[in-house]
């Protein structure tokens, strides 16, 4: 859904000045919420949550958990509104060009920038608080942007990546199972070992890497100021460098940087790769898609820095019933209602108390149970670690030039240079 927010980031600028957005609740100015007092007052009336494509799957969910709110303030009435995966973007940004923005509204961080940069958020890091007691801080910092005081959202659910690792070619190819890479220069010195028992019939590695591997790296993506981006330093060109010496010494598929990638997960499941990395579900899909293979699996933690994929609730700074917009957010969010859903499907819980839930904190045995418990216990330190500023423009240059490193058709430092100008400019746009 990025590329679909990104077109019409620029939209929602105009829209939001044209509408005005004045009804009530504090001001509207662009660049943050300028109300910093704890908002309080009795939790009753109307308010309305709106959701991103959770009907008719989880309907029942979802209406439990508002009529339980609703039993316990008499009095409150929640309007709940659903909308279809398609098009949110738009509907959202249509909603905030009308001023109607519902009271406690489904958005991710990138969804949330534009309407945050309008002042159309409200700003629940002074709004709650016990914020920041009560929900594990990479959940937080996900509503917090570059440039714009405060937190927008209180986070929902949550996923992250763990490592996968087929066995089977891992001991065929003279490599340990019990070892396994902790790290780049770990994981490139086993992927020689593996290149030269196979004899490139198969893969350790099998990505180029991202902005997020530049992230692990230490170097910062992006300006404190959210007005430019700084990841051309030295060290994201070391670790270029480093890939294009695994890339000519064929430690990587030859067209891993080429439109006929096949993809990290494709290569891993049939057999052509023996790492890739997936949430923490990836072996209970895999068992779908490969059966054969996922007995074969073994789970370890992300290296690095795990990254982190978040969904959250954020409040419209217009609402005319903010007490009872901020509980219905944080009931909905909290540890018991966090914990019904993810039993329901695949995503953990945001909040602090959720630790010590052993649905998520042991494992039964299964190398998918491990893989569970590896990714819930590393939301404690997970980060987004792709500023949500970047784009699917601004990926597609950064790609683009780290495909032409890699492939030795330019300098490290070039290629970056080159995709933080570009980058630049379209930020500016």
Same mark, same amino acid.
């Given at each position: 859904?990025?590329?679909? /927010?990104?077109?019409l980031a $620029? ?23 300028? !109300?910093s007092?704890?908002?309080?007052g009795?939790i ?7 959701? /991103? =494509?959770?009907k008719?799957?989880f309907?029942d ?8 709110f ?9 309007s709940w509104?659903?909308q ?9 940004l ?10 406690v509204?489904?958005l991710? *961080?990138?969804f949330?920038?534009? %309407?945050?940069?309008?002042?159309l958020?409200l ?7 016990a914020?920041?007691?009560?929900? $594990? ?7 917090r942007y570059?440039g714009?005081?405060?937190?927008y959202?209180?986070p929902w659910y949550?996923n992250?990546?763990? #490592?996968? /690792?087929?066995?089977?070619? +891992?001991t ?8 396994l ?5 770990? +994981?490139i @010195? ?5 290149k &030269? ?19 692990? @790296? ?5 300006? &404190? ?9 030295p ?26 990638? !096949? ?7 049939t057999?052509?790769?023996a /790492? ?6 990836y072996i209970?899909?895999?068992a779908?898609?490969?059966p ?14 795990p *990254? ?15 007490p009872?917009?901020l509980?219905?957010?944080?009931w909905?969010?909290?540890?018991? #209602?966090?914990a =019904? ?9 945001s ?15 299964? #190398?998918?149970?491990?893989?569970? $418990?590896i990714?819930?216990?590393? %939301? ?5 670690l ?5 784009d699917? !423009? ?7 030039q780290i ?11 070039k ?11 379209? +930020?500016?746009?």
């Amino acid at each position: 859904m990025r590329k679909y /927010w990104a077109r019409l980031a $620029v939209a929602a600028v105009v829209a939001t000045t044209v509408a005005g957005c004045g009804l009530g609740g504090g001001s509207s100015s662009p660049g943050g919420d300028s !109300a910093s007092a704890a908002v309080t007052g009795e939790i009753k009336g109307k308010v309305t949550l709106q959701t /991103w =494509a959770l009907k008719p799957k989880f309907t029942d969910y979802m209406q439990g958990v508002i009529d339980s709110f609703q039993r316990k303030y008499p009095g409150v009435q929640v309007s709940w509104l659903d909308q279809p995966a398609d098009g949110y973007a738009d509907k959202v940004l249509s909603q905030a060009a009308g001023g109607g923005l519902p009271d406690v509204v489904n958005l991710p *961080p990138d969804f949330a920038l534009p %309407l945050v940069r309008q002042g159309l958020l409200l700003d629940i890091a002074s709004a709650d608080p016990a914020l920041a007691q009560d929900y $594990v801080a990479g959940g937080i910092d996900a509503y917090r942007y570059a440039g714009q005081p405060g937190a927008y959202g209180y986070p929902w659910y949550l996923n992250t990546d763990v #490592n996968y /690792w087929n066995a089977d070619l +891992l001991t065929k190819y003279g490599l340990d199972p019990a070892k396994l890479p902790t790290n780049l220069d770990e +994981l490139i @010195a086993q992927a020689k070992v593996f290149k &030269e028992k196979s004899g490139g019939q198969a893969y350790l590695m099998s990505r180029k890497p991202g902005l997020g591997d530049l992230a692990n @790296a230490g170097v910062r993506i992006m300006a &404190e100021d959210g007005k430019s981006f700084t990841f051309n330093t030295p060290e994201a060109a070391a670790l270029l460098d480093r890939y294009r010496e695994a890339y000519q010494q064929g430690l990587l598929p030859k067209d891993v940087l080429t439109d006929k990638y !096949a993809g990290n997960a494709k290569l891993f499941s049939t057999g052509t790769a023996a /790492w890739t990395t997936g949430g923490g579900n990836y072996i209970t899909s895999l068992a779908t898609d490969n059966p054969t293979l996922a007995p074969k699996v073994v789970p370890s933690p992300a290296m690095g820095t795990p *990254p982190l994929y978040v969904q959250g609730l954020s409040v419209a700074k217009s609402s005319r019933n903010l007490p009872t917009s901020l509980a219905l957010a944080r009931w909905v969010t909290d540890a018991e #209602n966090q914990a =019904a859903f993810a039993h329901l499907t695949s995503i953990f819980p945001s909040t602090k108390a959720s630790a010590s839930d052993p649905y998520f904190s042991k494992s039964d045995g299964t #190398n998918a149970s491990a893989a569970k $418990v590896i990714a819930f216990s590393s %939301l404690a330190k997970a980060a987004v670690l792709q500023p949500v500023q970047v784009d699917q !423009a601004m990926s597609d240059i950064v790609n683009q030039q780290i495909a032409l490193a890699i492939s030795g058709g330019t300098t490290s430092k070039k290629a970056l240079d080159d995709a933080v100008a570009r980058c630049d400019q379209l +930020l500016k746009n």
